[in-house]
């Protein structure tokens, strides 16, 4: 089946500095990918859409200068943690769906972050 | 506003017998339902969806039930088995937006 990968599955980052996640769609283009945020216990939250050659799509309360969305080909998207904060820390996942709607999206191993 | 609930954080099921997890949604605008299994950190793997314009869609073990006049879905698990143990999330969509609105999952535990 389709596969998405995600990298690092694991980071630890000092106060202010940025981290880089990518999510890449491996055996289908993706025009569009989905970055979510899991706080412990609780759902999975969308926080951005990325648009390939375009700009993303955040929802609300996302700071948009926090976290930089690029999605510069069909098959990657990466999300930076910029000025990274103790509350930052969190469990990132990127999830991709295959043009036909007969699947389900599917979803990256996801990185947790740790911000000391 | 939570779109989609679950309303069971847990759940316990002794192995070979039944599992029934339930969600909820509220917006009648949803057509396409889909369910996730996560293991701790991991991403979630889906396991099954069902499109508005069916009641029950089953793979193998798994069916997934929807009953759009009472605006909930379930997924059944039969029989359970101690590697089903995870966190299942239900996700919903509208027509032709590829987002995901998630709940707030479920823990399943298969005892032996």
């Known amino acids: 089946g389709a596969v998405v990968s995600q990298h690092p599955s694991r980071v630890i980052c000092k106060s202010g500095t940025s981290v880089k996640i990518e999510c890449r769609s491996l055996d289908f283009q993706a025009t569009t990918m989905f970055w979510y945020r899991q706080f412990p216990k609780k759902s999975l939250m969308l926080m951005a859409t990325?648009?390939?050659?375009?700009?993303?799509?955040?929802e609300q309360g996302v700071e948009k200068d926090k976290f930089l969305i690029n999605h510069a080909s069909l098959t990657l998207s990466t999300l930076t943690v910029t000025s990274a904060h103790p509350e930052d820390s969190s469990f990132y996942i990127c999830?991709?769906?295959?043009?036909?709607?007969?699947?389900?999206?599917?979803f990256g191993q996801g990185t947790r972050l740790t911000v000391v | 506003d939570q779109q989609v609930k679950q309303n069971s954080p847990s759940l316990s099921v002794q192995e070979g017998r039944i599992s029934i997890l339930n969600c909820d949604y509220t917006?009648?605008?949803?057509?396409?339902f889909l369910w996730y299994k996560k293991y701790p950190a991991e991403g979630p793997t889906f396991l099954i969806s069902i499109s508005s314009i069916k009641d029950k869609n089953e793979d193998g073990r798994f069916t997934v039930f929807l009953n759009k006049s009472a605006k909930h879905l379930s997924l059944h698990i039969v029989p359970s088995q101690p590697g089903d143990s995870a966190v299942y999330f239900c996700?919903?969509?509208?027509?032709?937006?590829?987002?995901?609105?998630f709940g707030q999952g479920t823990r399943l535990t298969i005892n032996p």
């Open positions: 996700a919903a969509s509208v027509q032709g937006a590829q987002k995901l609105v």
């Open positions: 990325s648009n390939e050659g375009s700009k993303a799509t955040y």
């Open positions: 999830s991709a769906r295959p043009a036909h709607r007969g699947t389900g999206a599917f």
């Open positions: 917006n009648s605008m949803f057509d396409y």
